[in-house]
């Protein structure tokens, strides 16, 4: 892909970017966190779920079964996760230091767009999962979000372009990201990659 936009007339060049492997864990510390505090409303009072359970006998088993029933196992585990981050004794062990690589991120987004007009990368390090095929290992559903979730972190639109086909017969696709506030160059190069590059 890179070699045909070369050969279009466009500057590719590779970026070092040596704070790759602090995005995920950055990531899933923040938005776990996020994820608790924002849901935390969510208890069958006023917001969200009221369970009907017959066991419900006190003011503990009412929140237990809202929140219980109320939310998928995903979402409980993220809950829990933030709750952890936040609770007292591990906010600055991990919220704090969290916020400051995303503030690294940032800056370093900030030197990038100063000499590019985009960054080209995989979407995903794999075609897409098997239904069902990573449910009990959530460690290695998160990894595959390596390069997704840069976007969120820094605040940046992205997009993912489905060009190709892999030799599995899954589609899979090539991330475009531009700076702060700047879709339209996004949607334009993403237009241009669609009309003149897609492989099936």
């Not at 929140?67 to 936040?86: D, H, N, S, W």
């Not at 460690?139 to 390596?146: F, G, K, R, V």
């Amino acid at each position: 892909m890179i070699e045909k936009l070369k050969a279009d007339g466009h500057i590719v060049e590779e970026i070092d970017f040596e704070l790759l492997e602090y995005i995920v864990p950055a990531y899933y510390i923040l938005t776990t966190a996020e994820a608790s505090s924002n849901l935390s409303r969510y208890d069958g009072v006023r917001y969200g779920y009221r369970s009907n359970n017959p066991e419900i006998k006190d003011l503990t088993n009412f929140y237990k079964y809202n929140r219980t029933e109320g939310f998928g196992k995903e979402v409980q585990r993220r809950i829990m996760l933030g709750t952890f981050v936040l609770s007292t004794g591990y906010f600055d062990a991990y919220f704090t230091k969290a916020q400051q690589v995303r503030k690294l991120l940032c800056n370093k987004t900030d030197t990038i767009f100063a000499d590019f007009d985009a960054v080209i990368l995989p979407t995903s390090p794999t075609t897409a999962f098997s239904i069902g095929e990573k449910t009990k290992d959530p460690i290695a559903m998160y990894l595959a979000d390596i390069y997704t979730v840069f976007a969120n972190l820094t605040g940046i639109p992205g997009i993912s372009v489905p060009l190709f086909k892999h030799s599995n017969h899954l589609p899979f696709g090539l991330q475009v990201m531009t700076s702060k506030n700047n879709e339209l160059t996004l949607l334009q190069i993403a237009n241009l990659l669609m009309q003149q590059y897609k492989t099936y």
